[in-house]
């Protein structure tokens, strides 16, 4: 608790307006289960917001460092949070940081075209890079493997998403060694989110073959 940031006043009161929005609806229903997807992703926001610097700390710290992999390599951070204005707000800050290193934000509102671009422009960087952007716009069919530090700043809700997520980064053909973060913040949603995925991906590995489970 003591390395979390204070709340997020806007992230907060989102999290309060979805919770109102839910009052006296199921979760069965149409109309419950739109608003309750909606409390969950409010909720998850005001967590992420909780742990924004701590994430920046640690992508900062390896972009100032050359690649752990090999010396002559810039290093290479994946950031995947929850909303665009997280997204905007810990670019901003690393930026500020290491200002040497290029830094992309880009969420669901940056288009398929764009993302390949800064995709591409990632891969082949020669200085410093880091991507930051939400596991919704990110998490599937990106390679990105060419990755120091992967960072997951907003916890997924499923052990499908996650399984995704870190696939963009851990995939065949990856040069680097891959260390991953998941960052949970105590007292939030992350508390009651987080321990049932991973109940649940440790279900999925006995039943599916799969070393990205694994």
């Given at each position: 608790?003591?390395?979390q940031d204070e709340s997020d006043d806007i992230a907060s009161a989102e999290l309060r307006r979805a919770m109102k929005a839910t009052a006296g609806l199921s979760e069965g229903s149409a109309k419950g289960a739109s608003a309750f997807a909606v409390l969950r992703a409010a909720a998850s926001t005001a967590a992420a917001a909780k742990k924004r610097s701590a994430i920046v700390r640690s992508a900062v710290e390896?972009?100032?460092?050359?690649?752990?992999?090999?010396?002559?390599w810039a290093a290479r951070v994946l950031v995947f949070t929850g909303s665009k204005r997280e997204v905007d707000l810990i670019a901003d800050r690393i930026r500020a940081a290491v200002p040497q290193a290029l830094v992309w934000a880009a969420d669901g509102d940056t288009s398929t075209r764009e993302r390949e671009k800064i995709r591409k422009a990632y891969m082949t960087s020669t200085v410093p890079a880091c991507i930051v952007g939400t596991g919704h716009a990110w998490g599937e069919s990106s390679n990105l493997q060419d990755t120091d530090l992967q960072i997951l700043g907003a916890l997924p809700w499923t052990w499908g998403m996650l399984r995704q997520w870190i696939g963009r980064a851990r995939r065949k053909g990856q040069l680097r060694k891959l260390r991953i973060q998941l960052f949970s913040a105590q007292g939030t949603?992350?508390?009651?989110?987080?321990?049932?995925?991973?109940?649940k991906l440790a279900q999925a590995g006995d039943l599916i073959p799969d070393s990205q489970i694994d």
């Open positions: 608790r003591e390395e390896t972009l100032k460092n050359p690649s752990p992999t090999n010396a002559a949603h992350d508390d009651r989110v987080f321990p049932k995925v991973c109940a």
